[in-house]
């Protein structure tokens, strides 16, 4: 985009997501709206085309997808890699490491399979299992469980199974110099996180970002630049503007070392026009509305007496809910959500709700009349 962005109103930004009601899932997936569609459309029918000179476009797309990222995270664009995907982006991170990385094994498995992976091929990345505040990652329990063999701790900005937000700024104070990685999918688009504590952010945007499949980034700090080691750097990661040929380069020095070749311009044209359009109306509002949407759900189980085992203070949580019925009672639960078309994730004993700045009142009137219907089966 051009000079700054046009603001935009959460009334509006809402306006332009069209999904069913009854959907509460956007911790799985986010329904693209308006925006993201049309910038589908935009270049599908352009790729079909095929006109002489027109594909130009197509080529601008990556300095776009940086700049839209810089926006939102503050870091560099030559810090910033786009990635198709979280697990991608991890992986080069954890196959960069030399040394032991703290993580909690209840973390997604996109962080702890990366790590493993990571120790099985090159055999210099370790996974230091930490044990947890019932899966919550905090300061003070990671405190006490580095040693010197720990080079990085990695993390989710909000873990998957219990909503958890997690102190990013504490978190580096009690890690020192060490690398801090940062999963942050699951709050991306939805909490101002300080970012510039981490040294490695990555995340997708197919969920609370909207922007579909195949969309998402890699950032790195410079320590994190100096420190990791592109391992998994193709013909596109180097400091060569055009083809490499009848030579192999060396990894470029900053972030376009993690690439592999050349991304999907129409996902990256997917992810910048939803990035560029959170940076008009601002993620502090986005968090706002989805704060209060997260408090009428909470509301919702509190009157029907469903357990709620995610935070319930606005500080420790994002946009997920999390309730745990009787272990006998969870299938009576998931049906009735499902019998009035209630969309969640049952996994784990768990259900998982996540609403969005577009969930309107039908959504919750339809979520109410699910919770009804299991407090009556399951008081008779």
């Known amino acids: 985009m051009i000079g700054a962005p046009v603001p935009l109103s959460i009334d509006d930004y809402a306006a332009r997501f069209h999904e069913e009601p009854g959907y509460l899932d956007f911790a799985g997936v986010g329904p693209i709206g308006d925006t993201v569609r049309a910038e589908a459309d935009a270049f599908q029918t352009l790729l079909a085309g095929g006109r002489f000179g027109s594909y130009a476009p197509l080529f601008e797309q990556h300095a776009r997808v940086r700049a839209a990222v810089s926006a939102l995270t503050g870091f560099r664009t030559d810090q910033i890699a786009f990635q198709p995907n979280t697990a991608q982006g991890l992986m080069h991170a954890m196959f960069g490491v030399t040394g032991a990385v703290a993580l909690s094994p209840a973390e997604f498995p996109a962080i702890t399979f990366a790590t493993v992976r990571a120790q099985q091929a090159l ?59 940062v999963d942050a999918i699951q709050g991306f688009g939805v909490v101002e996180a300080p970012y510039g504590v981490a040294d490695v952010v990555v995340a997708g945007g197919q969920k609370w970002v909207r922007a579909g499949w195949g969309t998402g980034f890699l950032a790195l700090s410079d320590r994190a630049l100096e420190h990791l080691t592109p391992v998994w750097s193709g013909f596109t990661g180097t400091e060569h503007e055009g083809l490499p040929l009848d030579e192999v380069l060396p990894p470029a020095s900053d972030a376009r070392a993690y690439a592999i070749s050349n991304p999907d311009p129409l996902a990256m044209a997917r992810f910048s026009g939803a990035l560029e359009e959170l940076a008009r109306v601002g993620v502090g509002e986005v968090h706002a509305r989805i704060a209060a949407r997260v408090d009428d759900i909470i509301d919702a189980a509190d009157e029907f007496a469903i357990p709620v085992v995610s935070p319930r203070a606005e500080a420790e949580r994002a946009g997920i809910v999390v309730l745990e019925p009787d272990a006998d009672q969870l299938t009576v639960l ?5 019998n009035h078309g209630v969309s969640v994730t049952v996994r784990g004993g768990t259900v998982r709700l996540a609403p969005h700045a577009s969930t309107e009142a039908e959504t919750l009137t339809m979520l109410r ?4 219907s299991f407090a009556t089966a399951t008081t008779r």
Do not use: K, M
């Open 369 to 372: 009349s699910a919770l009804l």
């Open 123 to 181: 055999g210099v990345a370790a996974p230091q299992w930490l044990e947890t505040d019932h899966g919550r990652v905090t300061p003070g329990n990671i405190r006490d469980q580095l040693d010197a063999s720990t080079v990085a701790v990695a993390v989710s900005l909000v873990d998957f199974r219990t909503g958890y937000l997690a102190d990013l700024e504490g978190i580096r104070q009690v890690i020192g110099d060490r690398l801090l990685i």
């Open 334 to 338: 998931a049906a009735a959500l499902h």
